[in-house]
Nanobody, 116 residues
């Protein structure tokens, strides 16, 4: 299974951006978005269950970001609104290959840069 993230870019503070993560097959259970800013550790941004019925957000993005998925298209999304300069990072999508595994499927990152 492969994951392909896309949708990053350069935006201004307050703008919106939507990231996409396309899976090569339907065999991905829970999924998540992580991000890594320069000089910082990778952190979880948002997670979503296979059905899409439950999601969890980091405090730093709660209320601004929305994670959702379209299983018919094998694609997960991250809608990012009211972007802030501190959201600047490389964003990675990840997935679980089984229901109880760690996030063991990773896509290449997509860079999001937010200017002030």
């Amino acid at each position: 299974v492969q994951l392909q993230a896309s949708g990053g870019g350069l935006v201004q503070a307050g703008d919106s951006l939507r990231l996409s993560c396309a899976a090569s097959t339907a065999s991905v259970y829970g999924m998540a978005w992580f991000r890594q800013a320069p000089g910082k550790d990778r952190q979880s941004v948002a997670t979503i269950t296979w059905s899409g019925s439950a999601s969890v957000y980091s405090d730093s993005v709660k209320g601004r970001f929305t994670i959702y998925r379209d299983n018919a298209k094998n694609t997960m999304y991250l809608q990012m609104n009211n972007l802030k300069p501190e959201d600047t990072a490389v964003y990675y999508c990840a997935g679980q290959s089984t229901l109880y595994s760690d996030y063991n499927i990773w896509g290449r990152g997509t860079l999001v840069t937010v200017s002030s």
